[in-house]
């Protein structure tokens, strides 16, 4: 049974810094592609940044460019997420999300299986 929860969530300030976990377990993350995705309160949910299984590969929203960073340490089986110079309009639920096969670092939500509880980003101005 694969899970994935995520922690590290909370209130910060604009301009302050966060950083997710998503400790997985019942399957390893060192072979697949994983992914972060938020959801603000009345939208529909929308990517963040994904990183290839090897890690090579990493990919961001545009709009958190240059202050996200994605990161995985298979070793751990726990993917990451940094979050610095946060934003009120950054405010959501986080999700982290693993490929049920492929390696590849993706974008679309729909090629994802597994999904996380999610973790409450709360940022104010």
């Known amino acids: 049974q694969v899970q994935l929860v995520e922690s590290g969530g909370g209130l910060v300030q604009a301009g302050g810094s966060l950083r997710l976990s998503c400790a997985a377990s019942g399957r390893t993350i060192s072979v697949y592609a994983m992914g972060w995705f938020r959801q603000a309160p009345g939208k529909e949910r929308e990517f963040v940044g994904t990183?290839?299984?090897?890690?090579?590969?990493?990919y961001y929203k545009d709009s958190v460019k240059g202050r996200f960073t994605i990161s995985r340490d298979n070793a751990k089986n726990t993917l990451y997420l940094q979050m610095n110079s946060l934003k009120p309009e950054d405010t959501a639920i986080y999700y982290c999300?693993?490929?049920?096969?492929?390696?590849?670092?993706?974008?679309?939500?729909?090629?994802?299986?597994?999904w996380g509880q999610g973790t409450q980003v709360t940022v104010s101005s």
């Open positions: 999300a693993q490929r049920r096969y492929a390696s590849g670092a993706s974008s679309r939500s729909d090629d994802y299986d597994y």
């Open positions: 990183i290839s299984a090897s890690g090579g590969s990493t």
